[in-house]
């Protein structure tokens, strides 16, 4: 295992968190890997119970499925669960676009242009990680500035999933740039204050990644 999983800051609990949820979005543990309690303690240099809070988190994320009497697997996740995922995604981060060119401040649009061009840094250099983050801190500011908490929160409770996914569709050659400019259509469209365009820019954002992430699963 080349990831360092070693605690180092935080609170113990979190740092498990935060450590085992990179591995698996990173691909460390694979869909359908059967995690080790005891391996894990012991690459972690943490208590079982510690481990198990940890555990008990991730699954609230649905990243791990703790199955009775065989305990905690890396679900797999097939192309039905990734569709309903990205369809739940169309709708609401469309209205999150719409209503963040209703109501967004002129500051708030000017950070969101330099995230925009954070994106565009690391699209240009294929960095896989830097991607998955600049694209997570767009949305973030965009659902955190939509004034509608329970699109905010059913969304946060999919971002695992959906960094997983948005991992696997920036995974093809030049989706990364075509992305940057879907993402700058969104922008543009919020900046102009464009309630129609922004979520018909947003919807065809998420549309596109639909596509791109279907490649990369079995047919």
């Known amino acids: ?50 481990l198990r809070e940890a555990l008990r988190g991730l699954q609230a994320e649905h990243l791990i499925e703790i199955i009775p009497n065989r305990g905690p697997h890396i679900p797999v996740l097939t192309w039905e669960d990734a569709e309903e995922i990205y369809e739940v995604r169309e709708l609401l981060e469309g209205e999150a676009a719409l209503r963040c060119a209703a109501r967004m401040s002129d500051d708030d649009i000017a950070e969101l242009a330099e995230r925009l061009e954070t994106f565009h840094r690391a699209a240009r250099d294929e960095n896989a990680d830097d991607l998955a983050d600049a694209a997570a801190a767009f949305y973030e500011l965009i659902l955190s500035r939509c004034g509608n908490k329970i699109i905010q929160q059913m969304l946060a409770g999919l971002l695992a999933r959906i960094s997983y996914l948005r991992k696997r569709s920036m995974s093809l050659p030049g989706r990364a740039l075509k992305s940057h400019e879907e993402m700058r259509a969104i922008h543009q469209a919020i900046a102009d204050r464009n309630t129609r365009d922004a979520r018909k820019a947003a919807m065809k954002h998420v549309s596109n990644a639909r596509a791109s992430a279907k490649q990369t699963f079995p047919v």
Request: contains cysteine; aromatic residues 2%.
């Open 1 to 50: 295992m080349d990831l360092d999983l070693r605690i180092t800051r935080k609170t113990v609990q979190q740092e498990v968190v935060d450590k085992l949820r990179q591995a698996i979005l990173s691909g460390t543990f694979a869909p359908g890997h059967r995690l080790v309690e005891a391996d894990l303690c012991e690459a972690l240099g943490v208590s079982r119970s510690s």
